[in-house]
């Protein structure tokens, strides 16, 4: 957010609150120290002065949804699962797998519990969740 009050959307200066057509809805966060970006599905992204991000989404997609932040499914322990739906041996296992790859760095390693599984494993595994998107 600018000083003056107003973010960039689209990289169009707007000013708060702004609504984008009935799919965003961008506003001052409650506490006056950052923004807070709201979608029709439900799902809220509060970006706060400090740099800090927090994400919320409706109680509809509980166990619906995988990635750094779980399945919703108030089941903890499950939700250290890499984007192959397989457990993690280590936190950097976790994190790296759910790594979005860039222009400038691609991934293409396996993660360490795939490698350790056979071939025909991880082949129906990657088929489970190709069905999945």
Request: glycine share 8%; proline share 4%.
């Given at each position: 957010?600018?000083?003056?009050?107003?973010?960039?959307?689209?990289?169009?200066?707007?000013?708060?609150?702004?609504?984008?057509?009935?799919?965003?809805?961008?506003?001052?966060?409650?506490?006056?120290?950052?923004?807070?970006?709201?979608?029709?599905?439900?799902?809220?992204?509060?970006?706060?002065?400090?740099?800090?991000?927090?994400?919320?989404?409706?109680?509809?997609?509980?166990?619906?949804?995988?990635?750094?932040?779980?399945?919703?499914?108030?089941?903890?322990?499950?939700?250290?699962?890499?984007?192959?739906?397989?457990?993690?041996?280590?936190?950097?296992?976790y994190v790296s797998?759910?790594?979005?790859?860039?222009?400038?760095?691609?991934?293409?390693?396996?993660?360490?519990?795939?490698?350790?599984?056979?071939?025909?494993?991880?082949?129906?595994?990657?088929?489970?969740?190709?069905?999945?998107?």
């Amino acid at each position: 957010m600018y000083h003056n009050g107003t973010v960039l959307v689209n990289d169009k200066t707007v000013s708060l609150p702004h609504q984008e057509s009935t799919i965003l809805k961008v506003s001052s966060s409650t506490d006056g120290a950052g923004v807070e970006l709201q979608t029709h599905h439900g799902v809220v992204v509060s970006v706060k002065s400090d740099g800090t991000i927090v994400t919320t989404i409706a109680k509809k997609f509980a166990g619906k949804v995988c990635g750094l932040c779980g399945n919703m499914n108030d089941d903890g322990p499950d939700d250290f699962k890499t984007r192959h739906h397989i457990p993690a041996k280590s936190v950097e296992e976790y994190v790296s797998s759910w790594e979005v790859p860039n222009e400038r760095k691609t991934q293409s390693k396996q993660p360490e519990s795939c490698r350790k599984r056979s071939h025909r494993d991880v082949k129906r595994a990657m088929g489970m969740c190709n069905a999945l998107k």
